[in-house]
Every structure is written in structure tokens, then in C-alpha cells.
């Protein structure tokens, strides 16, 4: 594989799994609640301690840590507000991690590095949540990146030997980013020195081990402290122990299935496997030159302590599985890069890689094609709202009304129909009150038991509404 390049193909397959999948519009819930909250945080409104989504749902937002969000209010501050960071920021963060990954394959296999790296990263695009968890803007994006960082900076430390004292500051600086992002399910990479001391104690000794351990706890402590002095983020994170931590551990936050997470990565890790396995025995090279390299161990139980953790809570949700992937990628990578590489070889090379880098160019123009101007979720606001391109002005007060508990339970409590007219309007809605506010919203369902003063209000909305019906004072 070293007179072709399969970067090409990498980059039209992860194009694929990532960028086609954000051209339809309707975002997910959880982005469209972080999204808001950013670009709130981006204007000037609320703070870094004291976030908000609306004054119905998460009026004080301590669902996880701040970070994640922050992060996004950059890309708001520089940009403005743009849809096309709820669409662009998750594979950007994307492609930062396999930036890591690739970093990373390169440091503890410096020798043939340039297609293991590669084929670490197509590894880790080929497990199914990836882009999934990508597209959605999911916090577990920004920790997985801290948290990968942090495994370089340790590994780069005991294998170039360098400064104990500065890379365990910046080990600990990354992990506190990770935490800062997603929580205490972040900190899996503390695991990592006893596991490099287990498996490389012969040149990693036990005093070495406790010497970095003692060095992170002193940083560890000096940041806790700074976070617990600081009255803002002391009141966040005692608010945020209660409603979140504590309460996903003893089940009072959602139902799940146990050990739900851990067969869906046992399937997809084996499934990946087995299917390269049998590739390299159907195509015959001998020998099989399979690398069960100490690295492939230590990969492999960092990835463990990144989700055996995660069975403590009975919420579960696939994409929490997210940062532990990229590390059985490189596992895989590690073992099959060279057998891989000659099965390439075999089945033709270059000219192997100009068929697939066609097949993807074409596949990415049709699904492109087939997708603009499509919808995964949230029809119908779309329909009513985006399509017809209505303008409500920003921070304007609306009046809605319904006659059923389901979609008064929508309008004020589910992102539905609040998330979208938050992200997209930022405006403030108030449950059928006597006062004579800028707009009027009910729906298709409810306008017979919700009727509109034509003196006051006239109709704005789309020509033919699918479900909501919008009015504006006339004054």
C-alpha cells in the first residue's frame, strides 16, 4: 500500500457517514436544547454557570457540565447565528479525533505507521453509532476528543521520556476538559497508567506509576478546589450531583436495559472483527500476520474502562459508548495493518483504490442529490414554519393555545415544537394569556376550541398549514 494512498477514499467514506447524513433538516433534541443554549450563551445572555434553554424546559439548565456548550457559543461568537453549525460542528469535532487516532497510531507504531493510522480510522467510521453520535452534536463528542487527548499526552510522555511534571499538568488539564464536557464517565483515562504499568512493567516500574499518580492528584486537587471556591460552579455542580448523577444511578432518570451497551459494542466489535478476519483468510495470505502487540492490549482495556463503567446506571443510551470506540479502532488497526495492507495489495493496489474513490464520488453526488431538501424529523414545523420562510422577530412574545394535554405537553415541555421555534426564533411563549401579545399559535387540531380575535391578530402562516396556525397582532 505504499505506492497508492487510500486517504482519498477515507476522506469520500467519511463524507458519507457523516456530511450526507446532515443535509436533511430537523434536528435532534438534545442539539437543538445545546444549540440554543450556546447561542444564547454567544449573544451575551446567561453565562458559562448559569445556562438556559427556555423559561418552560430547563430554565436552569445542570443536566451535565458546561464545556461542551461553551465550546459551541465559540463557533457562534465567530460565525454569528447559523444553522450550519448544527449541521458542520459534530464531523468537525469528527475529524478531529481521527486526527488524534492517527497521532496517536503513529506514536506507538512509528515503523509502519502510514496505513495502520488509516485503517484505524476507517475501523472507527464503520461502527455504527459513530454517525450517529457525530451528526447529533452529542457531548460525548468533546469528551471523547479531551479524553483521547489525554491518552497521547500520557503515552508521548513515558515513551520520548519527557517532562514528568509538565505532561502530567496537561494530562490533567485534558481530562479536566472531558469532564467539564460530559461528567465523571469522562475520567476512564485515569485507568491508563496502572494499565501501562501491567502490561510494560518492566521499563514503566510501579514507582514510576505512583509518581504520575501523585502528580495528577496534586493537579486534580488544585483544580477541584478552584471549581469548589468559585461560588457559580459550586452551586452548578452540587446542582448537577442531584439531578443528574445521583438520580441516573439509582433509576430515577429513565429506564434502561443492563448490559444493553456492552453487547452492542461486543457485536459490533466482533462483528468488525471477524469480517476482517475472514477477508484476510479468503484471501489467502500467508501468513496471516495478525499483531497481538501489547498496545493492542492496552487499547483494548482502555476502551473496556470507557464503557463497563457505564453499567453502573440503567440509563442507557447507545451513543454513551461513543468514546470508547476510537480506541478498538486503533485495537483492530493494530492487528490487522499489515495483513490488510497485503490483502490490498493482492486484490490490486492503486488501481483497487481509483474503482472505490469513483464508486464513493458517485455515491456521495446521488445520496447528496436524494436528500437535499428532505426532512428526518419535525415535518411539520418545517412545513409551517421554515418552508413559507415566516419571520417572527427575535425575543417576541407568542400566545398558544391548544385544547388537549398532548399538545399542550409539546408546545411547553417537549422540544418538538418549543425546541425549534428556541433555536430558530429565540422567542418566548406563554400559555394562552389574557394579554395582548406580538403572536398568536395554535394548531389544525385545536382552532375550534382556541379562537382568534380578527380584530387583533391576522394570519401569517403558511398558505397550507400541516399542523400549526400563526397569527400576528395587527396594531
Not at 106 to 114: C, D, E, G, S
Not at 288 to 308: E, N, P, R, V, Y
Not at 318 to 325: G, H, K, N, R, V
Not at 388 to 412: D, R, Y
Request: hydrophobic share 50%; with cysteine.
Amino acid at each position: 500500500m505504499q505506492k497508492y494512498s487510500p486517504s482519498i477514499f477515507l476522506g469520500l467514506l467519511y463524507a458519507l457517514v457523516t456530511l450526507t447524513r446532515v443535509i436533511p433538516d430537523g434536528f435532534h433534541p438534545d442539539s437543538l436544547v445545546y444549540m440554543s443554549m450556546a447561542r444564547n450563551l454567544a449573544e451575551g445572555h446567561y453565562s458559562l454557570w448559569h445556562l438556559h434553554f427556555t423559561d418552560t424546559m430547563f430554565n436552569e439548565f445542570y443536566e451535565h457540565p458546561p464545556l461542551g456548550i461553551y465550546l459551541i457559543s465559540l463557533f457562534f461568537s465567530i460565525f454569528g447565528d447559523t444553522t450550519l453549525i448544527d449541521k458542520l460542528y459534530g464531523p468537525f469535532l469528527g475529524l478531529l479525533i481521527m486526527l488524534e487516532m492517527m497521532l496517536l497510531y503513529r506514536l506507538v507504531a512509528p515503523k509502519n505507521y502510514k496505513n495502520g493510522m488509516l485503517l484505524s480510522a476507517f475501523y472507527f467510521l464503520m461502527f455504527p453509532i459513530v454517525s450517529n453520535t457525530l451528526e447529533n452534536n452529542l457531548l460525548e463528542v468533546p469528551a471523547a476528543l479531551f479524553a483521547l487527548g489525554s491518552v497521547y499526552i500520557f503515552l508521548k510522555a513515558v515513551l520520548q521520556k519527557r517532562n514528568i511534571f509538565i505532561y502530567s499538568f496537561l494530562f490533567s488539564l485534558a481530562l479536566l476538559a472531558a469532564f467539564l464536557s460530559k461528567g465523571p464517565v469522562a475520567l476512564f483515562p485515569l485507568a491508563l497508567p496502572f494499565f501501562y504499568f501491567v502490561l510494560f512493567y518492566r521499563e514503566y516500574t510501579f514507582s514510576k506509576m505512583l509518581q504520575w499518580y501523585a502528580l495528577i492528584l496534586f493537579f486534580t486537587v488544585l483544580f477541584s478546589l478552584a471549581l469548589y471556591l468559585y461560588p457559580p460552579s459550586n452551586h452548578y455542580f452540587a446542582m448537577y450531583m442531584d439531578k443528574q448523577i445521583l438520580a441516573s444511578i439509582n433509576g430515577s432518570r429513565g429506564e434502561g436495559e443492563h448490559f444493553k451497551l456492552l453487547s452492542q459494542l461486543l457485536v459490533d466489535v466482533s462483528s468488525l472483527f471477524f469480517i476482517s478476519l475472514i477477508a484476510v483468510v479468503v484471501g489467502r495470505n500467508k501468513p496471516l500476520g495478525l499483531d497481538f502487540s501489547k498496545f493492542f492490549l492496552l487499547f483494548i482495556f482502555i476502551g473496556l474502562s470507557a464503557s463497563l463503567p457505564l453499567e453502573i446506571s440503567p440509563k442507557q443510551h447507545d451513543y454513551y459508548i461513543f468514546p470508547a470506540l476510537a480506541y478498538f479502532g486503533l485495537a483492530l488497526g493494530l492487528v490487522f495493518s499489515n495483513s490488510i495492507t497485503a490483502l490490498l495489495k493482492k486484490a490490486g493496489g492503486r488501481k483497487l483504490f481509483m474503482v472505490l474513490n469513483l464508486v464513493g464520488i458517485l455515491a456521495l453526488g446521488v445520496v447528496f442529490t436524494q436528500k437535499f431538501g428532505t426532512y428526518k424529523r419535525y415535518e411539520n414545523f418545517y412545513h409551517d414554519f421554515v418552508e413559507p420562510k415566516v419571520a417572527l422577530e427575535k425575543g417576541s412574545a407568542v400566545n398558544v393555545c391548544t385544547n388537549n394535554a398532548q399538545e399542550h405537553q409539546e408546545f411547553f415541555n417537549n422540544t418538538e415544537i418549543l425546541g425549534n421555534l428556541q433555536r430558530y426564533y429565540q422567542v418566548k411563549i406563554y400559555d394562552n394569556t389574557s394579554t395582548h401579545v406580538t403572536y398568536f399559535l395554535t394548531t389544525v387540531a385545536s382552532q375550534n376550541g382556541c379562537s382568534v380575535d380578527a380584530t387583533k391578530y391576522e394570519y401569517i402562516g403558511a398558505k397550507e398549514p400541516k399542523k400549526y396556525l400563526l397569527y400576528r397582532a395587527i396594531f
